[in-house]
């Protein structure tokens, strides 16, 4: 609660997931009169990052070349692994990914996995969200730019040689039903697995975090055909 009492003291509200606090951003805006800045969700990826620093930064008047300096060399650092592990060509045109989240969450992964790292995405999910938002407009625009529309509501438990991002409910069923799967755990944690390092996947951090996940996962599958 005493985090809710400070609300007011903030130069800026920034809201990531308009599904979940759609009704706060409202509040905050309308009834209490605060700034409040909607992200259309959350930064995944260096160009998401980047456009979200760059947003923050105009609203509050602020010098943000020294984060976009940051992304800079996140950037470079991935592009060195990519080249390292995967060569000039990148991810193998095989490999494919399953993910599911809200609206906006999903627009964050398709942009980093599909427009920039370049790998097609085989089934999306959709999860139920009480607010509205745009982010499912803008998702269904970018399968559409990719010609791949059918992939939205597909099974994420049939799928093979994927990478799955999801609930580690969704990775064991995945498992259940398919032998060449690498699952990223993306939302409630599992039991067997304890992080004593705290992990994101948000930002120029996050982003390379997940790029790491991508790297070891596409070398699992191979070894397992």
């Known amino acids: 609660m005493?985090?809710?009492r400070k609300i007011p003291e903030a130069d800026l509200n920034i809201l990531c997931c308009p599904e979940r606090c759609e009704k706060t951003g409202i509040y905050l805006k309308e009834v209490l009169k605060l700034p409040v800045y909607d992200a259309g969700g959350?930064?995944?990826?260096?160009?998401?990052?980047?456009r979200f620093v760059k947003e923050i930064s105009e609203l509050l008047h602020t010098d943000c070349r020294p984060a976009l300096e940051d992304i800079e060399k996140a950037r470079a650092r991935a592009f060195y692994y990519i080249a390292r592990c995967l060569g000039s060509a990148g991810f193998p045109e095989e490999l494919r990914y399953a993910v599911e989240g809200e609206s906006s969450v999903?627009?964050?992964?398709?942009?980093?996995?599909?427009r920039y790292l370049g790998i097609r995405p085989e089934a999306i999910r959709e999860l139920p969200a009480k607010g509205s938002?745009?982010?499912?407009?803008?998702?269904?625009?970018?399968?559409?730019?990719?010609?791949?529309?059918?992939?939205?509501?597909?099974?994420?438990?049939?799928?093979?040689?994927?990478?799955?991002?999801?609930?580690?409910?969704?990775?064991?069923?995945?498992?259940?039903?398919?032998?060449?799967?690498?699952?990223?755990?993306t939302m409630g944690g599992a039991a067997e697995y304890i992080h004593v390092v705290p992990q994101t996947y948000l930002g120029s951090t996050g982003a390379?975090?997940?790029?790491?996940?991508?790297?070891?996962?596409?070398?699992?599958?191979?070894?397992?055909?």
């Open 2 to 4: 005493e985090s809710f």
């Open 42 to 50: 959350f930064p995944i990826g260096f160009d998401q990052t980047e």
């Open 106 to 114: 999903l627009c964050g992964y398709v942009d980093y996995l599909s």
């Open 133 to 185: 938002g745009s982010g499912g407009e803008r998702l269904r625009r970018m399968l559409k730019g990719m010609n791949a529309e059918e992939v939205l509501g597909r099974d994420l438990t049939r799928v093979d040689n994927a990478v799955i991002l999801g609930s580690a409910g969704t990775i064991m069923e995945t498992f259940l039903h398919s032998q060449n799967v690498y699952g990223i755990e």
């Open 208 to 225: 390379l975090y997940l790029l790491e996940q991508l790297i070891n996962g596409n070398r699992m599958l191979k070894a397992w055909k």
